[in-house]
């Protein structure tokens, strides 16, 4: 079983960052593919983006490529999502979802890939 916990949320202008972070509780946290996720009110669940443990293998969302970057420390077992130039678009509940599968594959982008989410953090932008 895991547990994750996201902190880091919180009202920001347009054009400033945030960093959120997500917190795993889990015994062995390598061989996991941690990814972000939004949701906006009203609409789905959207894809953010996905690290590997294996090879640190990076995805994207398309609206969010070159301003957004996961990162993760493995030692502290901790996922980070720092998000910078926030547009007014990315105000939503953030989620950090994790899998036992860190085989990098076009999947990833689909929450029913991920066996494990938090509670989510909110992002809210202030335009």
């Known amino acids: 079983q895991m547990q994750l916990v996201e902190s880091g949320g919180g009202l920001v202008q347009a054009g400033g960052s945030l960093r959120l972070s997500c917190a795993a509780s889990?015994?062995?946290?390598?061989?996991?593919?941690m990814a972000w996720f939004l949701q906006a009110p009203g609409k789905e669940r959207e894809f953010v983006g996905v690290i590997t443990w294996s090879i640190g293998y990076t995805h994207y969302a398309d609206s969010v490529r070159g301003r957004f970057t996961i990162s993760r420390d493995n030692a502290k077992n901790m996922v980070y999502l720092q998000m910078n130039s926030l547009k007014p678009d990315d105000a939503a509940v953030y989620y950090c979802a994790a899998a036992l599968k860190d085989i990098p594959s076009p999947t990833m982008r689909l929450s029913s890939f991920y066996d494990y989410w938090g509670r989510g953090t909110q992002v809210t932008v202030s335009s």
């Open positions: 889990v015994r062995t946290f390598s061989n996991y593919a």
